[in-house]
């Protein structure tokens, strides 16, 4: 049996903010979250927030970044660039986890229905999630092809392609309030072919 590692004092609050700023920024939006209803539902005072946590804009970034983390997205599933076929096989299941999470669809429909009157939260959302994760692929693409098995001689395109193609139909109707129970049992299989797919177009013959 394998003990979870026990989390200070410091960690634990800072764990409990974050989730708490969370459940708020999903329920009532950035603008009408405020660091005080963040104290209060974590359970601390507002300064422990500020001090982990210098202004809501740092809090609201690391809301996305841990969201990303939860899910394993992150340094981790890009170690090594020479198992390209399984790495990038379990970060598309991974993200593929974290784009259709209901979490992750609420931020982004509140950054799209505010675009117009804060365009700074829609500019925190993409630089903590959407462009944090393709700058990791963008990168391992790179590594990968050093090593000359694969050719993405466009990486941040290549990065791209492969995560708009694993949003698939199932984000699209996320975003649009529909139902998507009668598309989860291929769900797998789609994001399975569409990294095979990937993969051997950018092979190197």
Avoid: W
Wanted: proline residues 4%.
């Amino acid at each position: 049996m394998i003990n979870s590692p026990v989390l200070s004092r410091s960690e634990q609050k800072r764990g409990q903010i974050l989730q708490a700023a969370k459940e708020l920024f999903c329920e009532h939006g950035f603008p009408n979250t405020s660091m005080d209803e963040v104290a209060k539902l974590a359970g601390v005072s507002k300064q422990t927030v500020y001090s982990h946590f210098g202004c809501k804009d740092d809090l609201f970034v690391a809301s996305i970044e841990s969201k990303c983390l939860v899910h394993g997205v992150n340094q981790e599933v890009f170690a090594d660039p020479k198992a390209p076929e399984q790495s990038l096989m379990l970060f598309a299941k991974h993200f593929g986890e974290v784009i259709t999470s209901p979490e992750a669809v609420t931020v982004f429909k509140a950054c799209v229905s505010q675009a117009d009157t804060h365009p700074e939260i829609s500019e925190l959302f993409y630089s903590a999630g959407p462009q944090h994760i393709l700058g990791l692929l963008r990168d391992y693409l790179t590594r990968v092809s050093l090593l000359g098995n694969y050719q993405f001689t466009q990486p941040h395109d290549c990065a791209v392609r492969l995560c708009l193609m694993i949003f698939g139909e199932v984000r699209m109707r996320l975003d649009l309030g529909l139902d998507v129970s009668e598309l989860l049992d291929g769900r797998e299989r789609y994001i399975n072919e569409t990294v095979e797919m990937f993969l051997r177009a950018y092979k190197v013959c």
